[in-house]
């Protein structure tokens, strides 16, 4: 077999794995941001909106540094895997995926239409694609890179889908009702 063959297998190996985790990640984020992990919650019937960004007095609330950390894997793997798109392409996917969950939110009545949480969201998945790109740099290699996050990835999956199993159990001291 020749080098360009197996790199070739090596990557296609990498692209396969980070789609199945790219699936499972939008799954979670569906069943945590759009059906609420299948809870009733309080809030949901505040069918308001916010379009003043960051109109509370504090900017760095628990709930923007939440929606800036769950994602940051979405750019992460928009890097991975869209590497055929420019940055404005990638962003533009970004915003319009927090666009589209806020959107639901509201019209599901399951929460607010926020403009914050558009940014912050967006900032997430820019901080994932920022991630990915010093990942590459550092591994000189876009499919070392890839199978680093992957490396990384396959157990952080793993420990999110029992979380939310023991969670949604309520097998956990931590309450979300």
Do not use: H
């Not at 070739?8 to 499972?24: E, K």
């Not at 009733?40 to 916010?50: D, K, L, V």
């Not at 790109?133 to 070392?144: K, T």
Request: aromatic letters at 12%; hydrophobic letters at 55%.
């Amino acid at each position: 077999m020749k080098l360009s063959e197996k790199n070739l297998r090596t990557g296609l190996a990498a692209n396969t794995l980070t789609t199945a985790l790219f699936i499972i990640y939008g799954i979670a984020l569906v069943w945590i941001l759009i059906l609420k992990l299948g809870v009733q919650f309080s809030y949901m019937e505040n069918r308001n909106t916010n379009f003043i960004p960051f109109n509370e007095p504090v900017i760095l609330t628990s709930e923007n540094i939440l929606n800036v950390l769950i994602f940051m894997p979405l750019g992460i793997y928009a890097g991975a895997l869209f590497t055929r798109w420019i940055f404005g392409k990638k962003l533009l996917f970004l915003f319009l995926l927090s666009f589209l969950v806020e959107g639901l939110q509201y019209l599901f009545r399951i929460g607010a239409f926020d403009v914050t949480d558009l940014m912050t969201n967006t900032l997430g998945g820019v901080i994932g694609l920022l991630v990915f790109s010093v990942l590459e740099r550092a591994f000189q290699n876009g499919i070392r890179a890839q199978k680093f996050i992957n490396f990384l990835a396959v157990p952080a999956t793993a420990l999110l889908i029992l979380l939310l199993v023991l969670l949604k159990m309520d097998l956990l001291p931590v309450r979300y009702q």
